[in-house]
């Protein structure tokens, strides 16, 4: 089902998906950045402790709202949650409230490399009651994607797009 901004409503199927495994995606979506995934890959793995900045933890760069990531060198604090850096598989993870991890991973694409953002319900406990937090989830995985593209073009004058 579609709203009328085009954007995917909440499917029953990323709700049934909410009370299964942790290792599937709720919500998946997409961006291309015109650029190598070597230099995509890095902006995701460019994490350290402190201020998020545009050489710092991209992602997470807001002009509006400062963030500060402690710990590392694979995961840090945030003031709402925690982030993982997979450096070896080139991906960033931001993990918020007490279910959602928001995965972004970078792979080939032909006009460069095709950002993914997957969303899993990792609930250590009460898994079945994620399924009532899902609605109008889908959108704000699209917005998620929307400020990371704008981000990285930001930082790093790359073109950038959502693809789906």
């Known amino acids: 089902m579609t709203s009328a901004q085009g954007r995917k409503k909440t499917s029953l199927r990323a709700i049934r998906r909410s009370f299964g495994s942790s290792s599937k995606p709720m919500y998946e979506t997409s961006g291309i950045v ?80 095709r950002l993914l953002l997957q969303v899993y319900n990792h609930a250590p406990k009460f898994r079945v009651f994620v399924w009532m937090t899902q609605f109008g989830l889908a959108d704000v995985a699209v917005d998620a994607m929307d400020k990371a593209l704008k981000r990285i073009t930001a930082a790093t004058g790359y073109k950038t797009h959502r693809e789906r």
């Open 34 to 113: 015109e650029a190598s995934v070597d230099a995509v890959r890095a902006l995701l793995t460019n994490v350290s402790e402190g201020e998020a900045s545009k050489r710092n933890a991209v992602l997470l760069n807001d002009p509006a709202q400062k963030v500060t990531l402690k710990g590392g060198p694979d995961r840090f604090s945030l003031p709402y949650g925690a982030a993982e850096v997979n450096r070896s598989r080139g991906s960033f993870a931001e993990m918020g409230n007490w279910w959602y991890k928001g995965v972004f991973t970078a792979e080939p694409h032909a006009k460069g490399t």
